[in-house]
């Protein structure tokens, strides 16, 4: 089954501790990012990759960091979370269409976060 | 910079139609529209390329005016499974543009 996978799906931490969000997609697409739910706010875009080692900023990037070492993971690190980055957040991916832009998104199932 | 979405909520009776609006201040390539329900991931309804096209299935269409960088989804005979957060996402005009930009949503509720 086509699927994106996000862990954990929940998770309650505390500030200053450095955590982890992990996502995996097992279609190949090339391209994979990272968003942010917040009440009224919509998705915001964290980052993006492209493909492997490829990666770039989205709206909201401080506070985080991405890698890509291989096609179908792109972990969401969060080196010293903040309660500002209490959120629900989501892993997508999508192969890319023709004129290299992002196709149909998937997303994952989303990971709430609490920094406390 | 997100795209406006409007209105920011609506609620219809089944069988009604509606239109959500999608406005960008850059010039777009594409846009995206999405929808999600309560507590659960957002499900992807269709995309749109500039050259000013159309696209439906059922009974919910979009239509893509690029001179004025604007987007509509329209719900026709509206059903209760259309009851969520609309979002659209916009892609820019430009090279090597990849990023994905949502609005803040819309959020449709159909009553019986």
């Known amino acids: 089954e086509a699927q994106v996978t996000q862990n954990p799906r929940y998770l309650i931490t505390v500030t200053g501790k450095k955590l982890t969000v992990t996502c995996s997609q097992n279609?190949?697409?090339?391209?994979m990012s990272w968003y942010r739910q917040d009440p009224g706010l919509g998705l915001r875009q964290i980052y993006y990759?492209?493909?492997?080692?490829?990666?770039d900023k989205g709206d909201v990037p401080e506070g985080y960091k991405v890698s890509r070492k291989e096609k179908r993971n792109f972990p969401l690190i969060l080196e010293s979370p903040s309660p500002n980055q209490t959120s629900l957040y989501f892993c997508?991916?999508?192969?890319?269409?023709?004129?290299?832009?992002?196709?149909?998104?998937?997303f994952g199932e989303g990971s709430r976060l609490t920094v406390l | 910079q997100q795209p406006v979405q409007s209105p920011q909520a609506v609620i219809l009776r089944e069988g009604e139609d509606a239109v959500i609006n999608c406005s960008s201040s850059?010039?777009?390539?594409?846009v995206h529209w999405y929808r999600q329900k309560h507590g659960e991931a957002p499900i992807f309804l269709m995309i749109?390329?500039?050259?000013?096209e159309q696209k439906g299935h059922d009974k919910i269409s979009a239509s893509f005016n690029e001179k004025k960088q604007q987007s509509s989804l329209y719900l026709t005979a509206s059903q209760l499974s259309y009851s969520g957060t609309y979002f659209c996402?916009?892609?820019?005009?430009?090279?090597?543009?990849?990023?994905?930009?949502f609005g803040k949503g819309t959020k449709l509720s159909v009553i019986p």
């Open positions: 997508a991916s999508s192969r890319l269409a023709s004129g290299r832009r992002t196709g149909e998104l998937f």
């Open positions: 279609m190949n697409h090339e391209y």
């Open positions: 990759s492209m493909n492997v080692e490829v990666t």
């Open positions: 850059k010039a777009l390539y594409s």
């Open positions: 749109l390329l500039k050259g000013g």
């Open positions: 996402g916009t892609a820019a005009s430009g090279a090597g543009s990849y990023q994905l930009t």
